[in-house]
């Protein structure tokens, strides 16, 4: 394994001490997205909601749920809760 200055070892570590804050951002941002998008796009935005959800603890049923479902509302609801457990 490569070995990385103090510099660069920060940085690793920032990360993976707030990845949980990078997905919640990402699901949220995702989620304006998906209030406006349609057709293969709006698809394509509900793929990439899938593993920030999952990263955030989501149950797959949970996931699969909020898809089959396709309300981005749901979502919205789900993220408020997130952040008020954070």
């Known amino acids: ?7 660069q070892q ?3 570590r920032n990360y993976y001490e707030n990845r ?3 997905a919640l951002q990402r699901v949220q941002e995702l989620v304006t997205e998906l209030y406006l998008a349609e057709g293969k796009k ?7 909601i899938q593993p920030h959800l999952a990263k955030l603890g989501v149950p797959a049923s949970q996931i699969a749920h909020l898809v089959k479902q396709d ?3 749901l979502v ?4 408020q809760t997130l952040m008020d457990r954070s």
């Open 71 to 73: 309300k981005p509302e």
């Open 76 to 79: 919205a609801r789900l993220v």
């Open 42 to 48: 709006r698809q394509r935005y509900w793929e990439q």
């Open 20 to 22: 949980d804050a990078i």
């Open 1 to 7: 394994m490569a070995k990385y200055s103090k510099h």
């Open 10 to 12: 920060n940085i690793i």
